[in-house]
């Protein structure tokens, strides 16, 4: 059995299941000594009919392009080199285009990635703390990377070096990162004799824990601009439930506590620190998965987080404008489609409603994302 396969299921039960969207890099010990071709395609179309003043409305519509060459140079190590491109429709341009690079070494549950990273929604972050849209927006992240799957405990520790400076630049360097761990408090033991009688139904315990940090600053940059230490963090409760039926598949309550605090030496934003609740009640069918989310935010920023959870406005018809108690209920539908091998459809529409500036407004989106390898040679070693 592959050494990678214990991470299929790195994203432990986050908030929302992305892991249609997902894009890992395992190693494949039963194929050391392959080159392979990679490719990845997601193709995306998210519309936001957002009029608040605190996030804007517009339409994402385009892909990303990742095709790569992958060679598995042992049982443990994992080498791709390859190109992303990212294509917004309406443009006569690329919108991005960069090399990626990734080598991956893996043992006994632990990995860790030195370059592009198993990024955005692999991460398993609940949407206060880190946006679903990044996915899509921000693709790539560069840097390092720990991810560990022990049957207790899930954790992904990264690090997204943002921005370089060199000496006498302009600008500050960029750096975030954060770590996203869950602790396995019980789950429905399955006979060992007869593994293959799973019970009708299955119980999942778990607590998640959750941070993100963000940085900027520099020692030999020109620029007058004060250091910037932002935290956030989260720790909530995972309660599923598990059903081997023909319709229901599961139901599940995820209560989550947020907070913010600014470290910063000199305090530019509207608030210095502030919190939240994240409550999220759900059930999954063979033909649709339906949530239902509270949130309650007083005086809550987060840089990388969702922006309708934010009391910070990033509308740009309405800068400075801030809103300290934000209460919004969110309904959720969700299905995942597998068209083929490799190839998934994800459909979502997700309404909402400000219960203190009572509107209602929705966002929908639809994604398709491919992943497979293609066998090239068998390299011999000299």
Same mark, same amino acid.
């Not at 987060?302 to 801030?322: C, D, H, I, M, R």
């Not at 490799?342 to 639809?366: H, I, V």
């Given at each position: ?17 992305? #892991? ?7 190693? #494949? ?16 179309? #998210? ?269 740009? #018809? ?65």
């Amino acid at each position: 059995m592959a050494v990678g396969a214990a991470f299929a299921g790195q994203n432990a039960l986050a908030q929302l299941n992305n #892991k249609a969207l997902e894009q890992r890099f395992p190693v #494949k010990p039963d194929q050391t000594g392959e080159l392979q071709l990679g490719l990845n395609a997601l193709g995306y179309q #998210k519309n936001n009919e957002y009029f608040n003043d605190i996030a804007e409305g517009y339409t994402l519509f385009g892909y990303h392009l990742n095709p790569r060459l992958i060679y598995f140079a042992s049982p443990n190590v994992r080498i791709d080199v390859g190109v992303q491109v990212q294509k917004d429709f309406g443009t006569n341009k690329y919108s991005m285009v960069q090399p990626t690079f990734t080598i991956r070494y893996e043992k006994d549950g632990k990995a860790l990635l030195f370059g592009n990273l198993e990024g955005n929604v692999n991460h398993g972050y609940i949407e206060p703390l880190y946006d679903f849209e990044r996915v899509i927006t921000n693709r790539l992240e560069n840097g390092l990377q720990f991810l560990l799957d022990k049957p207790g405990v899930k954790l992904d520790a990264w690090m997204d070096w943002q921005r370089y400076i060199r000496r006498m630049d302009p600008f500050q360097e960029e750096i975030a990162g954060g770590a996203s761990a869950e602790l396995r408090l019980y789950e429905t033991p399955v006979s060992l004799d007869f593994p293959e009688n799973k019970p009708e139904t299955e119980t999942y315990i778990g607590l998640p824990l959750q941070f993100t940090a963000q940085h900027r600053g520099g020692q030999i940059d020109d620029t007058e601009l004060p250091l910037v230490t932002l935290l956030n963090v989260a720790a909530g409760l995972v309660l599923r439930r598990t059903y081997n039926r023909r319709v229901l598949k599961a139901l599940h309550f995820q209560p989550y506590v947020v907070g913010w605090k600014d470290f910063s030496n000199e305090k530019n934003l509207p608030f210095t620190q502030g919190g939240g609740i994240y409550l999220n009640a759900g059930v999954d069918t063979k033909y649709q998965n339906v949530m239902l989310s509270y949130w309650r935010g007083s005086g809550y920023y987060a840089e990388l987080g969702g922006k309708l959870f934010q009391s910070v406005s990033t509308n740009f #018809k309405s800068p400075g404008y801030t809103d300290k108690t934000r209460q919004l209920l969110i309904l959720r539908l969700m299905h995942d489609i597998k068209l083929m091998e490799g190839l998934m459809l994800t459909l979502r529409l997700e309404p909402y409603y400000d219960l203190d500036n009572p509107a209602l407004e929705f966002s929908n989106s639809l994604h398709l994302n491919f992943n497979s390898d293609f066998f090239l040679a068998r390299l011999k070693k000299r």
